[in-house]
């Protein structure tokens, strides 16, 4: 398998550690971890396999270090590339707008010829409305390390044995 460049942006510390958990399960392929903050585009391009992790603030606004990026996103060629979203939220303290910002990194790159994979069941979430939520799926891998850090790895490791083997 090609590697994974994971790429993450994380304001507190919560995305970015998962981000770290999410590498070390992937024993025995080659990952790459990239802080969004520090990223350029050619991180993107050189890449086939991405992961791509974002909290979200404010009310439902993307994490800062991934607004800054997103103009270059929105211009980055994703033809060809496999991509598995996950986002870190607040399902409680905000229910409303739980995960939006990997909502919002959703809606960035559909439609680019990138295949997107690794949506998961919403069932079992407590939150009322998300923008990273399709018809009952989430987009990606939704986690709230704020009241639900015991169900984290068991989350990650059902995401992964799904994912997992749809990577180039
Ligand atoms: C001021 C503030 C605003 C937040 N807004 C949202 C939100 O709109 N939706 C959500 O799901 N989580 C929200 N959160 C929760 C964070 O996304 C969550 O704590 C996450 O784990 C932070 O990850 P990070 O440390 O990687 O940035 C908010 C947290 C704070 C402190």
Redesign the pocket.
Known sequence: MKPIAII???????????ATRIAKRLAGTEVILIDVSKANVTDFEIYSNLIL?????????L?DDWDGFLPKLKNINLAGKTIALF?????S?????????MGILYETIKGKGCKIIGYISAEGYT?DS?RAEEAGMFVGLA????NEYDKTDNRVIDWLSDISSKFQ
Do not use: A, I, K, M
Request: proline residues 0%; charged residues 20%.
């Open positions: 993450y942006g994380s304001s507190g510390g919560n995305t970015q550690d998962v992790g974002t909290s979200t603030w404010g009310v439902g606004d994490q986002g870190l939220g607040d399902s303290s905000y229910s409303d707008s739980f995960v939006d910002g939150h998300s986690l709230d390390e704020d």
